[in-house]
RNA sequence: GCCGAAGUGGCGGAACUGGUAGACGCGCCGGACUCAAAAUCCGGUGGGGGCAACCUCGUGUGGGUUCGAGUCCCACCUUCGGCACCA
């Protein structure tokens, strides 16, 4: 019998995919239906692909070719995210150009992919580093600044020492960079920002839209935005004349806030102690917290300065003294605080410190002394020492006093987010330009739409220096202003890679448009994305930017939904030798050498196998052996039973057969459980290897090859041929035949007081009172009644007979 | 500290809605084929007891609900992930 050669047989359906573009859909218009749009996130080409990337892909086109046999236009493209500091550094470290590099990698990537064999629609291939992508993303960026949501401002920002740029704030873990991992420092800076906190609540609200997420990403969602509700209270300081809010969750506590707190960035910190004693002593602590990384910061011991200034407590009218202290972050409400001693375990810490007063104004109910600080904010608690306040159960005393001082214009209710602006700008080379021109008389004009691209310029010498490299191209940067014609220079920094992905699977759908991003058709018919698969890694960074640009761009008009991805799957990473395989790690595992050994099907099935597709699982080669058997096995089967007559189903194989439809259907379609489909399919094979001479042998052969083709195509695509069919990929999804699916007995467990006793094959039909009479006969029941008197029978159709004796 | 997920054989895991714990695979043990090996095939494989039929214990720990609990409830332990000076 001729052996299974997976080489031979791979590289004669790759092929053929290839010749006849058998993944292409094209788009039918928006009323054409059945669309299904199956997108994996878009890979960034550094390197080569490693296992871990070849399970996301190989869950997607599982999919992909399911819902194709399910009779829908399902839209599977693929990508690169090909702007980024990844290439940037491999340049300034190897020699060379990114954009070399990129296309290298690309070319590589490509390559592996097509040896695994994966269901892509290589005619929608977008990369984001080329212009005829990013003249588009330049383009929305317009639209964004014309809509007021892109916008440039100081602020305080993260700034990475090493790739010498800033971060937005979802791009720094634990205090350090997320691509280098060096700790990051503060810095006020004019950045471009997006403003994504004005759709703080649409993001939050607007989860409901989702139809299936994991509920730990939502929850990290939440988590990241940070949504709290309390008040914005007004402190006056009569000195200098004016009014600085404050945002707290506790104005029930406001009677015993003792003093005041600035974060060390105020602006107003300056002018509070312009010409006092104390202002060479403030001045040189806010240069020294300044100087100061951010988990740096977080982790020394709480300090501060007094101003010499006081403010007046809105409720109690006391003065209290302003201090500025580094707890306090200007990032967070309006950057100062009222302090409340005995009731905030940071004020406490401080205020013990300092030796400032530290009264009680708040009381269990119950009567009992409380420790300070005493924290508690429900009806268990009660306001004391709160003048008219005083005795009010605290959630009352917050409505009441908050509504109090409204009444005298000193505060009212306020929402404050953990969320801030999206920072896009980066002082780096190799990412899109962002198109604007600095105007001395103008300001910041916007390129002329039709000028787009703002071509990114060869330059020479692009190593970081803190301040983009695109700065020192001197032809490029100057440019005639378009609104006056004066001399104006060029915006120099790039923008955000995750700018570039957050509107790609938007480009997917219309891809050789040169004359818009997109036409609104295009979107209608494909969008928003049926199944979303990705890492955990971006709960917050992509998925994040990307529910954002949406809303912006349905605001806008230009696409007709507010969520761009129904559903999402979290597949789990790989591990090996205990780290997540990772290029940056250098434990990666490649395909390369797995697919000339085994073949792409069997390296496909032990991506799958290897345990729940959302879990985190160790890398094992020594499965790969296991598929290989089984696909020996399935060929050999097959090969057997290939010159029986046509596959009639009957017999105890095509019942088999049948439920092994039901199942796998069910867990690919419902629980992504590709793991117990390839087990099922594979008790399948293992039935009929049995004895491949048996009734309904080739049918059950015939079903166990359609049923593996979405995990191992080429493999099937070859045995289908070989009995005689043709273009599995086409074929309808088999379903199970109802009849087929009956059994003539079933196996009845009995139970005596709930322990199995006996195992009895009975017919299918009988009723209740003569399956119990046939469990009593049994004599290992009999044994374990012992003559007892039975108090209670259960019976559960079609499965148990329980006797309960007890 | 807060939020989320998870703890099952030697290993990866299965058991979906409370109803046969350990499917499927790896590994291991025994056997067939072979001069031998590989490949392949057949059988076995949670612990303890028994010649055996069987008995008994067993899903992180301790309780509970139930005729019946890996699954539900309460408390706890451990691991992993997220957030954390956010007022």
Redesign the pocket.
């Given at each position: 019998m001729e052996t299974y050669d997976p080489q031979a047989i791979e590289t004669r359906w790759q092929k053929l995919w290839e010749d006849e573009n058998a993944f292409h859909t094209p788009n039918a218009g928006p009323d054409a239906g059945n669309a299904y749009y199956v997108l994996e996130m878009l890979p960034y080409p550094s390197g080569t692909l490693h296992v871990g990337q070849v399970r996301n892909y190989t869950q997607g086109d599982v999919l992909t070719h399911f819902h194709r046999r399910h009779g829908k236009r399902v839209m599977r493209p693929m990508g690169f995210d090909s702007f980024g500091l990844n290439a940037e550094n491999a340049a300034i470290r190897d020699g060379g150009h990114p954009r070399d590099i990129i296309r290298d990698n690309i070319k590589k990537i490509r390559v592996q992919m097509k040896r695994m064999g994966w269901a892509i629609d290589w005619d929608r291939e977008v990369a984001s580093h080329e212009p005829g992508y990013y003249r588009w993303t330049q383009w929305l960026f317009l639209q964004f600044l014309k809509a007021g949501q892109a916008t440039r401002k100081e602020a305080p920002v993260k700034w990475c020492p090493k790739d010498q740029t800033v971060l937005a704030n979802e791009q720094v873990?634990?205090g350090r960079c997320e691509r280098c991992g060096t700790l990051v420092e503060a810095k006020m800076l004019e950045q471009w920002f997006f403003r994504y906190t004005t759709y703080a609540d649409e993001l939050l609200d607007e989860m409901e839209l989702l139809e299936s997420w994991p509920?730990?990403v939502l929850?990290?969602q939440?988590?990241?935005i940070?949504r709290?509700e309390?008040a914005e209270l007004l402190f006056r300081v009569d000195e200098l004349d004016i009014d600085i809010p404050?945002?707290?969750?506790?104005a029930d506590t406001v009677f015993g806030a003792t003093f005041f707190v600035l974060?060390p960035e105020h602006p107003l910190v300056p002018k509070l102690v312009e010409g006092t004693a104390e202002e060479s002593s403030v001045l040189d602590y806010v240069r020294r917290t300044a100087a100061r990384s951010f988990a740096e910061?977080?982790?020394?011991?709480?300090d501060g300065v007094f101003t010499g200034r006081h403010a007046t407590n809105p409720a109690n009218g006391e003065a209290i003294p302003i201090w500025v202290a580094?707890?306090?972050?200007?990032?967070?409400?309006?950057?100062?605080?009222?302090a409340?001693p005995g009731h905030?375990?940071?004020?406490y810490?401080f205020a013990t410190k300092y030796d400032l007063p530290i009264p009680q104004v708040i009381a269990p109910v119950d009567g009992s002394e409380p420790e300070l600080p005493y924290v508690a904010k429900s009806d268990e608690a009660k306001l004391v020492n709160s003048g008219q306040f005083s005795d009010l159960p605290a959630p009352e005393g917050e409505k009441q006093i908050v509504a109090w001082l409204g009444g005298q214009g000193r505060g009212q209710s306020a929402v404050?987010?953990?969320l801030r602006d999206w920072l896009l700008s980066r002082q780096r080379y190799w990412g899109c330009p962002i198109p604007v021109v600095h105007c001395p008389s103008c300001g910041i004009v916007p390129v002329p739409e039709d000028e787009l691209p703002v071509l990114l310029p060869d330059i020479e010498d692009y190593a970081p220096r803190g301040k983009s490299p695109l700065e020192s191209a001197e032809d490029w940067i100057r440019v005639p202003c378009p609104q006056c014609g004066a001399e104006a220079r060029r915006e120099a920094d790039t923008m955000d890679t995750f700018v570039d992905s957050s509107w790609y699977f938007l480009r997917y759908c219309d891809p050789h448009n040169d004359t818009a991003p997109f036409e609104r058709a295009a979107i209608d018919e494909w969008c928003p994305v049926d199944q979303y698969i990705g890492g955990?890694e971006h709960?917050?960074m992509h998925l994040l930017y990307a529910r954002y640009f949406i809303k912006v761009l349905n605001d806008l008009g230009f696409v007709g939904f507010r969520e761009p991805f129904s559903r999402l799957f979290n597949h789990g990473w790989v591990d090996m030798g205990g780290a997540k395989m990772s290029k940056s790690k250098g434990n990666v595992v490649s395909p390369d050498e797995i697919v000339s050994t085994y073949g792409a099907d069997a390296l496909r099935l032990n991506i799958l196998?290897?345990?729940?597709a959302d879990?985190?699982?160790?890398w094992?080669a020594?499965?790969l052996?296991?598929?290989?058997?089984?696909l020996?096995?399935l060929w050999?089967v097959a090969l057997d039973v290939a010159d029986q007559p046509a596959g009639e189903p009957s017999g105890e194989l095509a019942r088999k057969a049948n439920e092994t439809i039901v199942?796998v259907t069910?867990?690919i379609g419902?629980?992504f459980?590709y793991?117990?489909a390839?087990?099922?399919v594979?008790?399948l094979v293992?039935e009929i290897?049995?004895d491949p001479s048996a009734p309904g042998a080739r049918f059950a052969v015939e079903t166990a090859v359609s049923l593996i083709q979405p995990a191992a195509p080429h493999v099937a695509e070859e045995l289908w041929e070989r009995l005689g069919h043709r273009r599995l990929w086409e074929e309808p999804w088999p379903t199970a035949d109802a009849a087929l699916l009956q059994r003539e007995t079933?196996?009845l467990?009995v139970?005596v007081?709930?322990?199995?006793?006996d195992?009895l094959e009975v017919p299918a039909d009988l009723p209740d009172e003569e399956l119990v009479a046939r469990a009593k006969e049994s004599p290992?029941v009999q044994?374990?009644l012992n003559g007892g008197e039975i108090r209670?029978t259960?019976v559960?159709p079609r499965?148990?007979v329980?006797l309960?004796t007890?």
């Open positions: 873990i634990d509920e730990r929850a990290m939440r988590n990241w940070g709290s309390g404050v945002f707290t969750t506790r974060a910061r977080e982790e020394k011991e709480k580094d707890y306090v972050l200007m990032e967070y409400g309006s950057g100062a605080i009222m409340v905030d375990e940071r004020d810490e404050s987010y953990r955990i709960a917050v196998f290897i345990g729940p879990a985190r699982v160790d094992q020594t499965g052996e296991g598929m290989s058997r089984f020996r096995r050999r199942k069910d867990d419902r629980r459980a793991n117990t390839i087990a099922a594979m008790e293992n290897a049995h079933f196996v467990v139970q007081n709930g322990k199995v006793r195992r290992k044994a374990h209670q259960i559960v499965k148990l329980n309960v007890a």
